[in-house]
Structure formats: structure tokens, C-alpha cells
């Protein structure tokens, strides 16, 4: 049963909502998104959810995650309700929802709560440091075993039990009957879009955008690929360690055009930045800065008396991995590549209904 959650407004204003109550609903946001589908008629259908307080119906939805944010919608509101916003911000929201743990929604609406965990993994990586003696051969050793050891346990921890809550709100609650073949057919559509986001060029004027958020997603992940699985920072592989160059260079480049972006605020993407936004983008751009330079400080060999680069990198590192990755706003790379699987699921138990209905009218 759904119920009314009067004070759901002001929880909202947590996560970074603004201009909600100037909607009229007339309906141009969702006639002019590129997205909106039947059975997805976003955004106006989450801004009248939030008006009404449906807490429960906003909880099982994933219209949100099929936002792509282009801006078009709010640029074009005759009311500045913000559209575009109210999905970031219900993205936002639903990321508390989905994590089993209650820390996202530490790390979403207290700053005092983030700079606290923030400051504590700084510290365990210094601890770890003075209890090697600060030695470079065994603190490297361990930033590698680290890394692996922490994709692991985030990934079997947080990250799939989220997915698996998230799975239950939006298709068991739901009751979504879809077919068992849609199953196993949406799983290469939800690899497809979520590596190459091909669904942005659907916004106008939005290929430089798309291009650049496919660089960093690829950037990314060779990058991770590369410290982790090829160990670049004690290879000798000359093709490795160029390759690591390249793709380490690629992420802080476009990254730190990312920061310039949101801080010109000329953009609806960018003007109502959540300070989780900023904290994604520019410790995504320190992890590729930090590492590349810890590589060209191995290379140069001054890395030994160098020691607190690595150090610096660590700690970036270790924020990004136990923090940021099963919190903060990298979660929406994984929810929306989930949200497409499972608009797959309801579009096929939607055809199903459809032609079930059609065979009683037949008959």
C-alpha cells in the first residue's frame, strides 16, 4: 500500500532539491525529453510523486536513472522547477535507498560525517606507512594487494547487495512478470549502453559531452585495469608503462575539464552542483594525476626519497575505493547500467500484459 510522507519535500532539500513546488505540471519537460518512452514518462511523473510525498512509488522507480540530464528540460521550463535537478536529485536519493549499510546517506547529507571518513582513511594509510617504516618496496606491495583486495570486498559487500535491493524495489514489489528470454536478452543491452552511454546522443547538441564521458569511462577502467591487473607501478614492460601513461593522462585531462565546466556554472548540468558531484570529479582527477606522476617518479628513480607522493596517492586511492566507489556518486555508473536492465524487464511485462489483452478482446 502506498502511503504519504508529508515531510518527504524537506528530506529532499538534503540531497540538493530545488524549485520543486513552482511545477504546474504542463507537461513540456516530458514532451521534450529524448527518453521519454511509454511506461517512462520522466521527469514529470517524479515531480508529482515528490508534490504528493509518494515516498514508496519514488523508492520503486528507476525513471530517474534513465535521466541522462541534458539539461533540455529545465532550460525550457516555463516555471524554473529545475527537472533536470529534481532527477539528480532522486538519483541521489535512491542511492540511500538501495545501500543496505546507511553510510551513503551519511556521505549524502552530512559534510561533517564525510570529512570524518575521509580524514580516517587518510590516517589508517599513514598507520599502515609508519608500521612498514615507511618502507617503498612493502607499502607498494601492500597499495597493490590493496587495490584487489578492495574491488573485491566492495563489489561482494556493498555493491551486490545494493543491485539485489535494488532488483526487489523496482521488480518484486512491482510484481513485474516479464519473460524469462528478456532475462537473458537485456543483459547485452545493459553492457552495451552502460560502456559506451550511447543513449546520450540522443539529447541535441550533446556528442562533445558523450565523447568525453566515454573517454573517462574507458580512461577509467584501462587505468584500473593497468595498476591492478598489470601492476604498472613495478613493471618493466615498456608497453605497459606507456600505455598506463596514456590512459592515466586521458582521465586527469578530462576530468579537469570537467571541473572547469562545473565551475563556470554555465550549463543546467552544472548549475546546482551537489558538493558529492564535486568530490567525484576532482578525486577522480587526483587519482590520474597522482598516479601518473608516481609512475614518472619510478621511471626518474627518485621515488625512494620521494616516498609521500605514493603516499598522497594511496590515501586518493583508498578514499576513492572505500568511500566514493560504494557511496558516493559512482554508484549511478552502476545503477543506471541496472536501471536498463531492468527497464528492459518492465517493457517486456508490459508487451505481455499488452498482448494478453488484446487475446481476450479477440476472443
Request: proline share 2%.
Amino acid at each position: 500500500m502506498n502511503t504519504v510522507d508529508p515531510k518527504f519535500k524537506k528530506k529532499l532539500q538534503k540531497y540538493g532539491l530545488h524549485g520543486w513546488n513552482e511545477c504546474y505540471h504542463c507537461g513540456n519537460c516530458t514532451a521534450i525529453c529524448p527518453h521519454t518512452e511509454d511506461g517512462f514518462l520522466f521527469p514529470r511523473k517524479g515531480i508529482r510523486n515528490v508534490q504528493m510525498g509518494l515516498k514508496n512509488t519514488i523508492q520503486k522507480n528507476i525513471d530517474p536513472w534513465l535521466c541522462y540530464y541534458c539539461g533540455e528540460c529545465s532550460e525550457t521550463c516555463p516555471r524554473d522547477a529545475n527537472p533536470g535537478e529534481l532527477m539528480m536529485v532522486l538519483r541521489r536519493y535512491l542511492t540511500i535507498v538501495y545501500d543496505w549499510t546507511g553510510l551513503a546517506k551519511l556521505f549524502y547529507t552530512s559534510r561533517f560525517a564525510m570529512i570524518i571518513g575521509f580524514l580516517l582513511v587518510a590516517a589508517a594509510i599513514l598507520g599502515i606507512g609508519y608500521y612498514n617504516e615507511f618502507n617503498p618496496e612493502l607499502i607498494m606491495e601492500f597499495g597493490h594487494k590493496f587495490e584487489k583486495l578492495a574491488i573485491l570486498s566492495v563489489a561482494g559487500l556493498i555493491l551486490l547487495p545494493n543491485l539485489i535491493r535494488m532488483f526487489w524495489f523496482s521488480i518484486i514489489k512491482e510484481k513485474i512478470k516479464a519473460l524469462i528470454s528478456s532475462y537473458i536478452t537485456g543483459i547485452w543491452d545493459m553492457i552495451f549502453q552502460t560502456f559506451t552511454q550511447k543513449k546520450t546522443l540522443k539529447c541535441e547538441d550533446n556528442t562533445i559531452r558523450w565523447f568525453e564521458h566515454f573517454l573517462v569511462v574507458i580512461g577509467y577502467l584501462l587505468l584500473l585495469f593497468t595498476t591492478v591487473f598489470l601492476n604498472w607501478f613495478s613493471t618493466e614492460n615498456v608497453f605497459i608503462i606507456y600505455g598506463g601513461y596514456a590512459v592515466g593522462a586521458i582521465t586527469f585531462i578530462i576530468t579537469f575539464d570537467f571541473i572547469l565546466k562545473r565551475s563556470r556554472r554555465k550549463s543546467e548540468i552544472s548549475k546546482f552542483s551537489h558538493y558529492t558531484d564535486w568530490i567525484f570529479v576532482v578525486w577522480l582527477f587526483l587519482m590520474g594525476l597522482t598516479a601518473v606522476l608516481v609512475r614518472l617518479f619510478i621511471d626518474l628513480g627518485i621515488i625512494g626519497t620521494n616516498l609521500w607522493l605514493y603516499l598522497a596517492h594511496l590515501i586518493i586511492l583508498a578514499q576513492w575505493a572505500v568511500l566514493i566507489v560504494p557511496f558516493g556518486k559512482w554508484t549511478h555508473f552502476l545503477y543506471r547500467a541496472f536501471a536498463i536492465y531492468i527497464a528492459k524487464l518492465k517493457k517486456s511485462a508490459l508487451n505481455r500484459q499488452y498482448k494478453s489483452q488484446q487475446a481476450v478482446v479477440a476472443a
